[in-house]
């Protein structure tokens, strides 16, 4: 059960987010669900993978969150030439100390977006595993600290464009969730038009949230309550991509603790203090389906990653609430759930 003062930082946690969410979509018109996810990342503590073709606002995406909360910002632009001391730092020689001293790279920064990652070799991109996982860097055998909330905001090209690397498997596990942008609707194009066409909408971005507001609400995500039953789901939807035929490479353990991360932040941003199979549901493909490998004759067929997902969350039982505790608010008993048969999405 969560605590009076619990409760109160998750009150505080939609008022907060509604302003950054507010601030951001001033800048991407038409993308509500792109903003949430995005959202639902940081409070998440995992690390975003924004895959598109070039012109749809993948950087725009990232600097406008960025911009909406008051942290320290450093941007990577991933470029075939780009060293992995660029990006982690290097010890250089002090003549007049007589010693080696420590350059921090870019990657010391609160949110880092990381431009085209996939246009950067595979050895440069293998700078990023230890940050994004362990929240340190290693230098010289000695190790430092990053700041916090740290997060990674990284955009890609889809691997057919000119130049790029497809990003290794190791990589792709440590981002919590792909989003694609997609194209915008001609009304949000004609807007765009109205607000991109004379100076850019990030140029008079201000903060809207604070640094350690971040991290206060890191911690208020970190009370939601998840039932037995609903870790159990999340559990099922993992497995049952390491069976499935038309996959070579199911999701890792790694993918059940962000799919259980991102479902209690997703919670939160909707004001409940825990989590329901709906929330798995709804990031279920976002989490999974970027760390997935089809098979060769899959892809013959044309069968995606994604269409495998939703196939599994289709097939997968479903855990449902009684009756008589539905539409629960945050304060009263969380439910305890019951199994039912797969239901169609």
């Known amino acids: ?98 010693e080696f001293e420590f350059k921090p790279g870019a990657i010391f920064a609160q949110i880092v977006i990381g431009d085209e990652i996939n246009r950067a070799s595979p050895k440069t991109q293998s700078a990023l595993l230890e940050s994004m996982e362990e929240r340190q860097v290693t230098i010289d055998g000695h190790t430092y600290e990053l700041p916090s909330p740290f997060m990674v905001v990284a955009t890609q090209n889809p691997v057919e464009m000119e130049g790029t690397y497809p990003l290794p498997e190791a990589q792709r596990d440590r981002f919590m969730a792909r989003v694609s942008i997609g194209y915008p609707s001609a009304e949000a194009e004609l807007e765009m038009l109205d607000i991109h066409g004379g100076v850019s909408p990030l140029d008079d971005l201000q903060p809207v949230a604070h640094a350690h507001d971040v991290v206060k609400l890191i ?93 599994i969350l289709q097939r997968t039982p479903v855990p449902a609430a009684p009756a008589s505790q539905s539409g629960l608010t945050m304060g009263r008993p969380v439910p305890e759930f019951g199994q039912q048969p797969p239901r169609r999405l």
């Open 1 to 98: 059960m969560t605590t009076y003062d619990d409760r109160a930082s998750l009150t505080d946690l939609t008022t907060t987010v509604e302003r950054v969410r507010s601030s951001v979509e001033g800048v991407i018109e038409g993308k509500p669900e792109v903003v949430r996810l995005s959202l639902t990342v940081l409070l998440a503590e995992g690390h975003l993978l924004i895959e598109d073709v070039p012109g749809v606002g993948k950087t725009m995406l990232a600097k406008a969150l960025a911009r909406s909360i008051d942290c320290s910002v450093r941007r990577i632009q991933f470029t075939p030439d780009l060293l992995p001391s660029d990006i982690t730092g290097v010890s250089i020689w002090d003549q007049q100390r007589s």
């Open 219 to 311: 911690d208020a995500v970190r009370t939601v309550h998840v039932a037995d039953p609903v870790r159990r789901y999340a559990v099922d939807l993992v497995a049952a991509t390491r069976a499935h035929p038309d996959l070579r490479l199911g999701a890792s353990p790694r993918a059940t603790l962000h799919l259980l991360r991102a479902s209690k932040a997703s919670a939160a941003l909707s004001g409940r203090d825990y989590a329901l199979p709906d929330d798995v549901q709804a990031l279920a493909v976002a989490v999974l389906a970027h760390r997935l490998l089809p098979t060769a004759q899959a892809q013959l067929n044309r069968r995606t990653a994604e269409q495998v997902v939703l196939e």
